[in-house]
């Protein structure tokens, strides 16, 4: 989960951590967004440890509105579907690529895993015919499917599966996922080469499948079900080569890459040997890809000229969209239980928000509704940090949130001894200089609205780089005020551990919220941050979805007693779909591309 704040590039800091860390997500404005960068903020989809740990065939929970039928279906249809690469290399290796947004919904349509993801963020079964774990959460076992066969008609065997991770986890070529395999019994050892070091994996036959872990970890499944846990075929990565087996049938997915031109496009086709069966109507999918600050706007020309099937709706073409009469037809938002959540970020190490009065007096001050008004309502008011994915996938309920209330925060702000603001120290918010002018504003607006109702002065910085804002937070050890966005897909709520964890990297060097810290004003910081510490491990080993829950609510309301962030807005994605492209699912987990073009995708006449 890297760290980030609004603006549309990374630092040098960021992007080593996007090849490092096994958490994507993107900081930004709405298009192109931090969610399409990185991907997740905490991966992991939490499945229920049951005794299938709640691991289903795939039914969708939140889905995209469905075209009405326009037609007759027509075979063999070739569709044309943007993909911002957002400067990232498309190598389509699953066990080489970077832990990239876009990787994470395209890749399971030609890499298979055990498991994979729905439209959600759910972990549903996808190789695997079942799954079960052991009472105490540490051995997972796995039976294939029958029949499998790759794309290139060898048969899928269990052993594979091992080669494929040894491969991804190869100490001279490791991928930059290969922390997804981190509570694999025996990785640490294996990574850092220690003689002798076996990984927890085995395959007592060529059916089964079993991984053990060093901890038990509820969320587990959900690692697994990313793309470089998928199997590749070994005989064809033999005859073709490191480079070349992408091109030659080695998935086991509904479709199969066919070509790659560098920085241009790839192309799918069919897989006919896939488990699932095939879309009846689409015969070839054309991926151009784009990147840079005009993607979007190139994507959108293409659907205009009904040469792309869909494309993203930033909020930098949100206006023009929705002033087209026949794209405001088109538009599909997804609006039903948000997946991200942005927030307001304070430094526990540096003044004034090292008492927990002010950072209180910033969260109450905070106007939701405003801020949803200066982004043109692509973000919907939130008043706590789990996004709302999570309560639908797993029943889980917030504590109370935070209100918004002026006359509160103001007392809060002269009970810390800074009466109408007066004393207050020199409060700064750093803004890439790179950003638009429009997102510029965008930013001056929120940041003028906060200040007026406080009634206090924020100096806006615009001046600086990226790479200079990094530079000031190293020097600082933190940074003082800052806007995250992040993105959970989770069944659990388990992305507070990721961000709120005091020894969390996330936090370390951020925004420092640590077991050390000095009681001040009634508040005692320190003490909560143990306490959330112990509430976070119980809850992850907890197999107990109630009780799990609960502590997991008891855990987000220390996170709001101390204002660790101040939950700001869900954002609510919108795209672009022609209304031909039928039976697609999209959701919180995938944005505007579908979960999968299977069967059940196809193109009527039109």
């Not at 630092?11 to 993107?26: F, G, I, K, V």
């Not at 876009?102 to 079964?125: H, M, Q, S, T």
């Not at 076996?198 to 499948?209: I, K, N």
């Not at 660790?564 to 795209?575: L, R």
Request: charged share 20%; proline share 7%.
């Amino acid at each position: 989960m890297t760290v980030g704040r609004i603006g549309r590039r990374l630092t040098r800091r960021q992007q080593a951590d996007l090849n490092e860390s096994e958490h994507p997500l993107r900081a930004g404005s709405p298009g192109p967004t931090r969610r399409d960068l990185l991907r997740w903020s905490a991966l992991t989809a939490g499945a229920v440890a049951t005794a299938r740990f709640g691991i289903g065939a795939g039914s969708p929970a939140v889905a995209a509105p469905r075209a009405q039928d326009q037609g007759t279906p027509t075979a063999g249809a070739a569709i044309t579907v943007p993909f911002d690469a957002f400067g990232q290399a498309v190598t389509l290796d699953p066990h080489r690529s970077a832990n990239y947004g876009g990787f994470w919904v395209v890749y399971p349509n030609v890499w298979a895993g055990l498991l994979r993801y729905d439209e959600n963020g759910r972990v549903v079964r996808d190789l695997a015919d079942k799954a079960t774990v052991t009472p105490d959460g540490l051995t997972y076992t796995f039976t294939l499917r029958q029949g499998l066969t790759y794309a290139s008609g060898n048969p899928i065997q269990a052993s594979h599966f091992l080669q494929a991770w040894a491969r991804a986890l190869d100490p001279a070529n490791t991928s930059p996922m290969a922390q997804f395999f981190r509570y694999v019994k025996g990785y640490d050892d294996y990574v850092k080469q220690v003689q002798g070091a076996q990984l927890g994996f085995s395959a007592p036959d060529e059916q089964t499948l079993v991984v053990e872990l060093s901890d038990s970890h509820v969320f587990f499944p959900s690692y697994m079900a990313s793309f470089v846990w998928a199997a590749v075929d070994p005989d064809i990565l033999s005859q073709a080569g490191d480079q070349d087996f992408v091109l030659n049938g080695a998935g086991a997915g509904p479709w199969q890459f066919s070509s790659l031109e560098l920085d241009t496009k790839f192309v799918m086709d069919p897989n006919p040997n896939y488990y699932g069966g095939n879309s009846p109507t689409i015969g070839r999918i054309v991926w151009p890809i784009f990147t840079g600050p005009t993607a979007a706007q190139q994507a959108l020309d293409l659907y205009k000229q009904d040469q792309a099937v869909s494309a993203d709706v930033p909020l930098s073409l949100k206006k023009a969209v929705e002033g087209d009469a026949t794209l405001a037809k088109e538009v599909i938002t997804l609006d039903k239980a948000p997946g991200s959540i942005r927030s307001l970020a304070m430094d526990f190490k540096q003044p004034p928000f090292d008492d927990v009065r002010v950072r209180l007096a910033f969260a109450l001050a905070f106007d939701r509704k405003r801020y949803a008004e200066i982004y043109e309502n692509t973000w919907v008011p939130a008043t706590v940090f789990t996004p709302p994915v999570v309560n639908t996938l797993s029943g889980y309920q917030p504590p109370e949130g935070m209100a918004f209330d002026v006359a509160k925060a103001k007392q809060l702000l002269a009970d810390a001894g800074f009466p109408n603001g007066q004393g207050l120290p020199d409060i700064t918010f750093y803004h890439p200089s790179g950003d638009t002018e429009e997102e510029i504003g965008r930013v001056r607006d929120v940041l003028t609205m906060l200040a007026d109702n406080l009634g206090i002065k924020l100096t806006f910085d615009r001046t600086k780089s990226e790479d200079d804002i990094e530079n000031i937070r190293q020097d600082k050890g933190g940074l003082q005020l800052a806007i995250m966005w992040w993105q959970n897909i989770t069944e659990t709520p388990h992305l507070m551990t990721e961000v709120f964890s005091p020894d969390s990297p996330y936090m370390q060097g951020y925004f420092n919220w640590a077991t050390d810290l000095a009681a001040k004003g009634g508040f005692d910081p320190a003490a909560d941050a143990k306490s959330f510490t112990d509430l976070v491990n119980q809850a992850e080993t907890e197999m107990d979805q109630g009780k799990r829950n609960d502590l997991y609510k008891q855990a987000e309301a220390l996170v709001l007693k101390n204002a660790v962030y101040a939950p700001i807005a869900n954002w609510t994605p919108m795209f672009l779909q022609k209304p031909y492209l039928q039976g697609t699912k999209q959701g919180t987990w995938t944005g505007r591309f579908p979960i999968l073009f299977d069967k059940d995708v196809n193109v009527a006449q039109h």
